[in-house]
């Protein structure tokens, strides 16, 4: 969990503002989530993994008073928690929105299209790229189950990433294909945990992979088929272990998934799409089509999602299916930086500084200061009349382009004098002139 400073919350506020834009363009609207959740509604969501990674809230005041004394004498934390702890910090912003479905359905235009911007919590060991604290941009459209829905998701994707110019490759499978893994296997009830001993292999390899599916008590079988799809390097649709896995009803369905989705998307995108049958993402709730977007020397994911059939029927109100992406803003932050993406000019910050000089002008030079932020050119008065070094230096150390000095001699021939401090040049002019000068040089966005 981490501060940042205007320079970093600037930069990030560029990237939020960019997928925002883009989440509008296609017709999504904003709402926003609290950051507890009950943990009825977030335990068992996501399984196993993400329960353990839930930030759990004490109880207010006294926590202890329905707990069980014998639980505290064993140190039985599973079965104290329930009696201590009622509430956590969201571990995601998909299930609070599955909540929030059922809870407003009879205020909600179906397909309900949202997009949330919003920090998310998981109890993680932090490493580069991985934080306690991050924040999730998602887009979801909640019943429909049309694929064009996951074709605009990709566009959306593309285009993003097109505009904050990260250069990624959008990893494409289903969830169907991993189910028939399971089923050629004959280990049906094993599901989740291969899937989340698979969505660990660019982490820890093949081999460990396999590892861990023999200790699981996985066969031979799903060994050669995790194997094979391991090493496709080629047209995996058109694969040997894709025919294999059309055996299936479920795998042939999937197959059916990819192969329309591909056929929608438009050529450009099309490029940057990659069918990757290891893919699983952990997450329990998936059902469909699954993304991940993969960068160049990055190791972690900048963005992810797919369909879930079934979420909100959690919560009481089932057929509802959703599919979405979500952004990792602090991962694509930490890319844009390691790369030099972000713009050399921010229009976020002070445009012009005007010098106090004296008492007797800070009250006229005040006025020019209202003057010009009217015209919505964003401007600072230096409150005190300190030397005039340290309000220069001022300018400086904030980047500020543009200083107007306005002393006494200045206000009396209303020639104001400005000051372009990248290039030091100084031109001397009524205030309407360097407005119109200020507006040509940095413009007003």
């Known amino acids: 969990m981490r501060d940042f400073g205007p320079e970093q919350v600037q930069k990030r506020q560029y990237i939020i503002n960019t997928i925002k834009s883009v989440f509008e363009l296609y017709g999504f609207m904003p709402i926003e989530t609290p950051v507890m959740e009950n943990l009825t509604t977030l335990n068992g969501k996501g399984g196993e993994e993400s329960d353990k990674l839930l930030f759990k809230v004490l109880n207010s005041g006294d926590y202890l008073k329905k707990a069980e004394q014998q639980h505290l004498e064993e140190k039985n934390y599973k079965s104290l928690l329930p009696n201590i702890s009622e509430k956590g910090l969201r571990y995601d912003l998909t299930v609070p929105l599955a909540r929030y479905v059922v809870m407003h359905q009879n205020e909600l235009t179906f397909p309900f299209k949202r997009y949330q911007i919003q920090p998310v919590w998981r109890a993680d060991r ?44 959008i990893h494409l499978n289903t969830r169907k294909l991993l189910v028939a893994m399971v089923e050629l296997s004959g280990k049906q009830d094993k599901l989740t945990s291969f899937t989340v001993i698979l969505d660990k292999l660019d982490k820890i390899g093949i081999d460990k992979v396999i590892e861990l599916l023999n200790e699981a008590g996985f066969n031979a079988k799903t060994f050669d088929l995790v194997k094979a799809i391991a090493n496709n390097s080629s047209d995996f649709l058109n694969s040997e272990v894709a025919k294999q896995l059309a055996q299936t009803e479920t795998g042939k369905v999937g197959l059916q998934e990819l192969n329309k989705i591909l056929s929608l998307i438009d050529d450009e995108t099309k490029q940057q799409v990659k069918i990757d049958a290891t893919l699983a993402r952990g997450l329990d ?11 160049a020397g990055f190791s972690g994911s900048l963005g992810s999602g797919g369909r879930y059939d079934n979420l909100t029927g959690n919560f009481g109100l089932p057929g509802v299916s959703g599919v979405g992406i979500s952004f990792g803003l602090d991962r694509i932050y930490d890319v844009m930086k390691d790369q030099n993406l972000f713009p050399t000019s921010n229009t976020n910050i002070t445009q012009v500084l005007l010098i106090n000089f004296d008492k007797e002008t800070e009250q006229q030079v ?11 050119l964003k401007t600072e008065f230096y409150p005190t009349q300190a030397k005039l070094k340290k309000q220069m230096k001022y300018a400086n150390d904030k980047n500020i382009p543009f200083v107007i000095l306005a002393g006494s001699r200045e206000l009396e021939s209303g020639k104001l004098t400005l000051k372009n401090m990248q290039n030091g040049e100084q031109q001397e002019a009524d205030i309407k002139t360097i407005i119109s000068i200020l507006k040509d040089s940095i413009g007003n966005e």
């Open 366 to 376: 005040f006025q020019l200061t209202t003057q010009l932020r009217q015209t919505g």
């Open 126 to 169: 932090p490493q580069k790229g991985r934080y306690r604290e991050f924040w999730q941009c998602d887009a979801d459209v909640l019943g429909s189950d049309s694929l064009l829905n996951e074709v605009e998701l990709i566009q959306i994707f593309a285009k993003v990433f097109k505009q904050l110019g990260i250069e990624m490759n």
């Open 285 to 295: 709730y998936y059902t469909g089509p699954i993304f991940e977007i993969k960068a």
